[in-house]
């Protein structure tokens, strides 16, 4: 089933804080974060693995608890550069299928 | 460096008419999925591949075929398009199955009248 992404829309000024949260109905291998500009493919941002693992950007952060079944992406001081939609993909923790399911998207506006 | 490469990245298709959706990558990547995406419904996959003859069916497989007879390649055919395939499609590899990052191509924006 599709992640719960929440809140579905942010206005933001520069230098502020934003959390972004997702949530899953199942068990989690892994939480992927992307961030989509308008018009363009998603671009990758961060994983976080089951067992703490994390691979992805040094200025964005993240967290995953595994037994909630939950991520949520920390974006701290945005910067304009921000805005676009973020995307939350899980994947499940049985079969090793690489099926990578979004959730809706958060859009994110950041303004001066 | 290529990556990702789709083709083409506009297309006009009458209701009906059956296209094919181009999909390679560069990068020896064992795992390929096909998404398409529309306002608010977020990224749905349709179809992806493990592996060179392995496919299965994402979310929303209705209406699409794949094949993966190569490692390189994944296309993407409709076989007869409605009106409800208008939408904006992405092709994703990766190395590896579960857990490692999954890289887009830019997309294709098809318009089904």
């Known amino acids: 089933q599709q992640p719960v992404q929440s809140p579905q829309a942010v206005i933001l000024r520069e230098g502020e804080d934003a959390v972004i949260n997702c949530s899953s109905s199942?068990?989690?291998?892994?939480v992927h974060w992307y961030r989509q500009k308008h018009g363009e493919a998603p671009v990758f941002l961060m994983i976080?693995?089951?067992?703490?693992e994390q691979k992805g950007h040094e200025k964005i952060s993240a967290s995953f608890n595994e037994k909630k079944q939950q991520s949520s992406l920390y974006l701290t001081a945005s910067q304009l550069s921000y805005s676009g939609t973020y995307f939350c993909?899980?994947?499940?923790?049985?079969?090793?299928?690489?099926?990578?399911?979004f959730g809706q998207g958060t859009t994110l506006q950041v303004k001066p | 460096n290529a990556g990702v490469t789709q083709t083409p990245k506009f297309q006009v298709l009458k209701t009906g008419q059956s296209m094919t959706l181009q999909c390679a990558q560069d990068?020896?990547?064992?795992?390929m999925s096909w998404y398409r995406q529309d306002p608010g419904m977020g990224l749905r996959l349709i179809h992806y591949?493990?592996?060179?003859?392995?496919?299965d069916q994402g979310e929303v497989p209705n209406g699409y075929n794949v094949s993966r007879s190569t490692t390189e390649d994944f296309p993407l055919r409709l076989l007869s398009a409605a009106p409800s395939q208008t939408s904006v499609y992405f092709c994703?590899?990766?190395?590896?199955?579960?857990?490692?990052?999954?890289?887009f191509g830019e997309g294709s924006w098809l318009t089904v009248v």
């Open positions: 994703a590899s990766s190395s590896g199955t579960n857990g490692y990052t999954i890289y």
């Open positions: 199942k068990a989690l291998y892994s």
């Open positions: 976080l693995l089951k067992g703490g």
């Open positions: 993909g899980i994947q499940g923790i049985s079969g090793n299928t690489g099926k990578l399911i």
């Open positions: 990068m020896n990547h064992e795992y």
């Open positions: 591949s493990v592996g060179a003859g392995i496919t």
